[in-house]
């Protein structure tokens, strides 16, 4: 079985901020993770996935994340917030090979200027 | 042209209605899903298929049947709509080809059907 929680469904940060979503996950097998971001009325993109090797993963736009097995931890960061960063964010998890992807429930992203 | 693309993109029915959702992909992957998107609640899985032959139920798959006509195209029917069915939807695929097995579990989604049951 495979879970994932994400911490804030609303984030508001200014913009040059730090930006920070937090994602926990469950899996009892070592998981793939990823983060997939939404903009208005489009489908989700891949920001970024996690599969084994380096524990801090790039991504597209200045978005990273880092894997802590003993925190279960995936939490997404970037250095300085941009107004186009403004969106729905999406932290997965994949058993390994397992056939599902679960996706927590999102976190709303504001950029304040 | 967009790599997956879903007709149609917004749709207002009646319950009882009939309603299929069509996906259709140039991506070349094997691999299709259904997924509904509430405010709160994320994507949940409802139908998968991993090729012409091999289709599966996911979380949600009560009030849903789907359709796997070929490798491109994989639709989603609601056989008589009822509002809380009300939601967007999204096909997204994936490929395993060429990729490695993580490969298999990075999605490509469309755009999004918005379903409006009354």
């Known amino acids: 079985a495979q879970s994932v929680t994400q911490l804030g469904s609303h984030v508001s940060v200014s913009e040059g901020a730090l930006v920070l979503l937090r994602c926990n996950y469950s899996?009892?097998?070592?998981?793939?993770l990823f983060w997939y971001v939404q903009y208005p009325n489009q489908g989700l993109q891949l920001l970024l996935k996690y599969t084994t090797g380096a524990t801090l993963v790039k991504g597209i736009n200045g978005f990273e994340a880092e894997f802590k097995k003993s925190e279960t931890s995936f939490h997404l960061t970037k250095p300085s917030a941009h107004m186009s960063d403004a969106a729905e964010y999406f932290c997965?998890?994949?058993?390994?090979?397992?056939?599902?992807?679960?996706f927590g429930s999102g976190t709303q992203l504001t950029v304040l200027p | 042209d967009a790599d997956v693309t879903q007709t149609p993109r917004n749709r207002i029915t009646k319950t009882g209605k009939r309603i299929m959702l069509e996906c259709s992909q140039t991506?070349?992957?094997?691999?299709m899903y259904w997924y509904r998107q509430d405010p709160g609640l994320g994507l949940r899985l409802i139908y998968y298929?991993?090729?012409?032959?091999?289709?599966n139920k996911g979380e949600i798959s009560d009030g849903y049947s789907v359709s796997r006509q070929a490798q491109a195209k994989f639709s989603l029917s609601l056989e008589s709509a009822i509002p809380n069915q009300t939601a967007l939807y999204f096909c997204a695929t994936s490929g395993v080809r060429g990729t490695g097995s993580s490969g298999a579990n990075v999605l490509t989604f469309g755009a999004g059907s918005r379903l409006t049951v009354l």
């Open positions: 899996s009892s097998v070592p998981p793939y």
């Open positions: 997965a998890v994949s058993g390994g090979s397992a056939r599902q992807l679960t």
């Open positions: 298929s991993f090729d012409v032959k091999d289709i």
């Open positions: 991506k070349g992957h094997d691999r």
